[in-house]
């Protein structure tokens, strides 16, 4: 299983030439959301950048139209930067509810898409609309159920827009991770970790197994990346070279 790091994780907890360099011994194969001043010393390394942020904002996304041509100018400009540096995928968002039914919100996330996804399938980048947990992280966070993203992509029809399955924030909507797994992968275009409750290590610490997660994915025939995206309770090096081991099955 092809592992990678969200960099903000240990972002001012480890030397950046130090994180990379372990990161590689240990045999992670990447990084995700890497502050653009840092991604030509990933990429010489050997490693690869694995997720961008595609627009701004968690909270003003596309479920609001007064967002939509915002974000579609941010949206194109980062697909020129991921074709660049090879990144697959580009992290979206639904934005916050504020009121809004669910099938307004879907109505809008989508039309916003459609705007977009032709040129992601153009230039071979795929937009990964990412499920956040309402509870706890987020609150008012629109796309917090598996089904509203489901209802998305169905209606995008595009081989370029699918989903980020964030399995800490999934946990703490609805759980059932294995069985949502195997039934929706085929919309699932990558995937996040960290241990509940806490977003921290991904060990015995926590409620949720990953060694029977990870190989529920293998089975599903998956071919991307695992992005380790908890927040180490001590030594961050151990902790990811801990969670790699766990994670690769």
Known sequence: MKQDICWWTVAGRVDPKRLIAEAKRIGYVGFELVPEPMWDA?????????????????????????QHSRIEDELKANIDKAVKYEIPILICFSGNRRGRPDEEGIEHTVACLKRVAPYAEQKGITLALEIL?????????????????????????????????????????????IRTIRAHHDKIAHYHTAGNPGRNDI??????????????????????YIGQEFIPKGDPIAALRRAYEICNV
């Not at 309402?134 to 992509?153: A, E, I, P």
């Not at 060990?203 to 599903?220: F, G, R, V």
Request: hydrophobic share 35%.
């Open 133 to 177: 947990n309402s509870k706890v992280d987020h609150r008012d966070y629109m796309f917090d159920k598996m089904s509203w993203g489901l209802r998305v992509v169905e209606l995008v029809n595009s081989p370029r827009v699918k989903i980020l399955y964030d399995i800490y924030h999934a946990q703490i909507m609805e759980g059932d991770i």
């Open 203 to 224: 060990d015995e610490s926590q409620e949720l197994y990953y060694p029977a997660i990870m190989k529920a994915i293998k089975e599903t025939g998956y071919t991307g």
């Open 42 to 66: 990933v990429k010489e390394a050997g490693l690869q950048i694995i997720t961008h942020g595609g627009h701004g904002t968690i909270e003003n996304g596309m479920n609001d139209p007064r």
